[in-house]
């Protein structure tokens, strides 16, 4: 028997939560309860110029989710802090929009006249929501994505043409060239486990609708996963666990049982299912503490008790007996399995697309190719393979042959074969290329990878400090935030004296660092621009 006192450990979250996470304190003072409290999204853009006096403008808002439209009267350019234009009132809000899988159109105008300047809103038959302007200044349109999968663009009634947006814009942001959304859907929403759990280890959690809230929301969900880091940021952008599975809205609430098998697998039990599981990726150390990693979402969790995992590999869920591996089709055991089993269903789909065949599989391919896009990654000793992050390789097999450059042809041959055919206006058809652009994205930026970066930086240390010429590389470094002031004086005093001594300086700054897929992109420019891009690993992060 193991010992009862392991059992009663009360968990806490850690003090370090998003910015959209509220903890509550039980009796006791341990902080065991976390929910969603929306505060910030940093997700607001501008009109790329001032609107023109009595001129009818539109906002279209595409998804769900919420946002607000508001004004400045400050020049974009001339804002320094947009947080900080907001609480100082420079930047003004004057409507609230919630809207679910809809269209949602909101006119705008800055009305001129006798009465002075004034910016309207109004939405179908709804009252106008007017704000009283200073007649002498310009006015900028400001959109605030506060979260949820949305778009949004702005443009002339009258001529139909498209506004661009400022260069100016919020941090989670994510502009294309017309249209804006968020980076991040759900932002700041991680909460983490104060301490870390072991191989054999669990923690118990209770799900509920929070408390108070007015009604049941359209959407709700948490996600659950797995980090050997601790959240070191509450407004971050960049959590991404190992492992993480979503549960949406009613399938989220109850108690939960989330642990680590004693050979490294995760599991996700209600009651004596287990409802998910995968083994832990490669790259994780799990002779290390794992920390257990939440997204809340319009929903409250509490940590009850620590807790024995007893899952037996062989037994997936409790109660059932093992099931006999000779009848299992060699290719579901093969570890690379996953990447060929989607190579083979883009073959099938595209074949069915080229005969205008409507099949179950052209019919579930946008959700197939986005369930599949979350569950790879990069084999890290060579960055252009994909490997699927549920598995492992076995001992003795050969890397992947697939790359990221594979997958990204096959999936624009569908799109050619939907536009020769003359399918893309039809509903099914536009839901495939929507996945595509949308993965196609995502499966580029697997390839900026800061493992990657700063694996070849130490692979290569000895040619990399012999060769580099650390000026004027530093100086962009140091434009784009990578370095910090003194950091850079210190390179500059070490290059007067001595290249090499300096080379070994900016060698243990960049290597110890991790990076966002944006600064990975702006030091591969930095090399580039200086001519020195053969010092990276042979990959376009773009």
């Given at each position: 028997?193991?010992?009862?006192?392991y059992?009663?450990?009360?968990?806490?979250?850690?003090?370090?939560?998003?910015?959209?996470?509220?903890?509550?304190?039980?009796?006791?003072?341990?902080p065991?309860?976390?929910k969603w409290?929306?505060?910030?999204?940093?997700?607001?853009?501008?009109?790329?110029s001032?609107?023109?006096?009595n001129?009818?403008?539109?906002i279209?808002?595409s998804?769900s989710?919420?946002?607000?439209?508001?004004?400045?009267q400050?020049?974009?350019?001339?804002?320094?802090?947009?947080?900080?234009?907001?609480?100082?009132?420079?930047?003004?809000?004057?409507?609230?929009?919630?809207?679910?899988?809809r269209?949602?159109?909101?006119?705008?105008?800055?009305?001129?006249?006798?009465?002075?300047?004034?910016?309207?809103t109004?939405?179908?038959?709804?009252?106008?929501?007017?704000?009283?302007?200073?007649?002498?200044?310009?006015?900028w349109?400001?959109?605030?994505?506060?979260?949820?999968?949305?778009?949004?663009?702005?443009?002339?009634?009258?001529?139909?043409?498209?506004?661009?947006?400022h260069?100016?814009?919020?941090?989670?942001?994510?502009?294309?060239?017309l249209?804006?959304?968020?980076?991040?859907s759900?932002?700041?929403?991680y909460?983490?486990?104060?301490?870390?759990?072991?191989r054999?280890q669990?923690?118990?959690?209770?799900?509920?609708h929070i408390?108070?809230?007015?009604?049941k929301?359209n959407?709700f969900h948490?996600?659950?996963?797995?980090?050997?880091k601790?959240?070191?940021?509450?407004?971050?952008l960049?959590?991404?666990?190992?492992?993480?599975?979503?549960?949406?809205?009613?399938?989220?609430?109850?108690?939960?049982?989330?642990?680590i098998s004693k050979?490294g697998?995760?599991?996700?039990?209600?009651g004596?299912?287990?409802?998910?599981?995968?083994?832990?990726?490669?790259?994780?150390?799990?002779?290390?503490?794992?920390?257990?990693?939440?997204e809340?979402?319009?929903?409250?969790?509490?940590?009850?008790?620590?807790?024995?995992?007893e899952?037996?590999?062989a037994?997936?869920?409790p109660?059932?007996?093992?099931?006999?591996?000779?009848?299992?089709?060699?290719?579901?055991?093969?570890?690379?399995?996953?990447?060929?089993?989607?190579?083979?269903?883009?073959?099938?789909?595209?074949?069915?697309i080229?005969?205008?065949k409507m099949?179950?599989?052209?019919?579930?391919?946008?959700?197939?190719?986005?369930e599949?896009?979350?569950?790879i990654?990069?084999?890290?000793?060579?960055?252009?393979y994909?490997?699927?992050?549920s598995?492992?390789?076995a001992?003795?097999?050969?890397k992947p042959?697939?790359?990221?450059?594979?997958l990204?042809?096959?999936?624009?041959?569908?799109e050619?074969?939907i536009?020769e055919?003359?399918l893309e206006r039809?509903?099914?058809?536009?839901?495939?290329?929507?996945?595509?652009?949308?993965?196609?994205?995502?499966?580029a930026?697997?390839?900026?990878?800061?493992?990657?970066?700063?694996?070849?930086?130490?692979?290569?240390?000895?040619?990399?400090?012999?060769?580099?010429?650390a000026?004027?590389?530093?100086?962009h470094l140091?434009?784009?935030?990578i370095?910090?002031?003194?950091q850079?004086?210190?390179?500059?005093d070490?290059?007067?004296l001595?290249?090499?001594?300096?080379n070994?300086?900016?060698?243990?700054i960049?290597?110890k660092?991790e990076?966002?897929?944006?600064?990975?992109?702006?030091?591969?420019?930095?090399?580039?621009?200086?001519?020195q891009?053969?010092?990276?690993?042979?990959?376009?992060?773009?």
């Amino acid at each position: 028997m193991e010992p009862s006192l392991y059992q009663r450990v009360k968990p806490g979250f850690s003090e370090i939560v998003g910015e959209n996470i509220e903890v509550d304190l039980d009796p006791a003072g341990n902080p065991v309860k976390a929910k969603w409290n929306f505060s910030n999204s940093c997700g607001l853009a501008f009109s790329g110029s001032p609107l023109g006096d009595n001129r009818k403008y539109e906002i279209i808002f595409s998804g769900s989710g919420h946002a607000r439209i508001g004004l400045t009267q400050n020049d974009p350019d001339h804002i320094r802090d947009i947080q900080e234009a907001v609480r100082k009132n420079q930047i003004l809000f004057v409507s609230d929009v919630r809207y679910h899988k809809r269209q949602c159109v909101v006119d705008i105008m800055k009305k001129d006249g006798i009465g002075g300047s004034k910016f309207v809103t109004k939405y179908k038959d709804d009252s106008p929501q007017i704000k009283d302007l200073l007649s002498s200044n310009d006015v900028w349109a400001v959109i605030y994505l506060k979260f949820g999968n949305i778009t949004a663009e702005i443009k002339d009634k009258d001529s139909g043409a498209s506004l661009k947006f400022h260069k100016k814009r919020d941090r989670n942001i994510k502009p294309t060239d017309l249209m804006i959304s968020l980076r991040s859907s759900i932002p700041f929403a991680y909460a983490c486990a104060e301490k870390g759990i072991s191989r054999g280890q669990g923690i118990r959690v209770r799900v509920e609708h929070i408390k108070n809230m007015e009604k049941k929301p359209n959407s709700f969900h948490l996600g659950i996963g797995i980090s050997d880091k601790k959240l070191m940021s509450g407004s971050s952008l960049d959590i991404a666990p190992f492992l993480f599975k979503k549960l949406e809205k009613d399938e989220c609430l109850g108690e939960f049982f989330v642990c680590i098998s004693k050979k490294g697998k995760f599991h996700l039990c209600r009651g004596d299912l287990c409802i998910y599981s995968k083994a832990l990726p490669t790259e994780m150390n799990l002779e290390l503490p794992m920390y257990v990693c939440f997204e809340i979402f319009r929903v409250q969790i509490e940590l009850m008790d620590t807790s024995y995992c007893e899952h037996s590999e062989a037994v997936e869920n409790p109660g059932e007996e093992p099931k006999p591996t000779e009848n299992i089709p060699p290719e579901t055991t093969d570890p690379s399995y996953v990447i060929f089993e989607m190579f083979n269903a883009i073959r099938i789909v595209d074949e069915d697309i080229k005969s205008r065949k409507m099949t179950p599989e052209v019919r579930k391919f946008s959700d197939d190719l986005t369930e599949y896009v979350k569950h790879i990654s990069l084999d890290r000793s060579n960055a252009e393979y994909l490997t699927p992050i549920s598995t492992r390789l076995a001992e003795g097999e050969g890397k992947p042959t697939l790359t990221i450059n594979d997958l990204l042809k096959k999936l624009e041959g569908i799109e050619k074969t939907i536009v020769e055919q003359h399918l893309e206006r039809q509903q099914d058809y536009m839901k495939i290329l929507e996945a595509i652009k949308v993965n196609r994205e995502k499966i580029a930026e697997k390839r900026v990878d800061s493992g990657v970066f700063t694996n070849h930086l130490q692979n290569t240390c000895a040619d990399f400090i012999a060769n580099v010429d650390a000026f004027p590389l530093c100086d962009h470094l140091l434009q784009i935030g990578i370095f910090h002031q003194i950091q850079f004086e210190t390179i500059l005093d070490e290059h007067k004296l001595s290249r090499q001594d300096a080379n070994r300086s900016l060698f243990r700054i960049l290597v110890k660092k991790e990076y966002t897929p944006e600064q990975l992109r702006s030091i591969w420019k930095a090399f580039s621009v200086t001519k020195q891009d053969s010092l990276l690993p042979k990959l376009d992060p773009s």
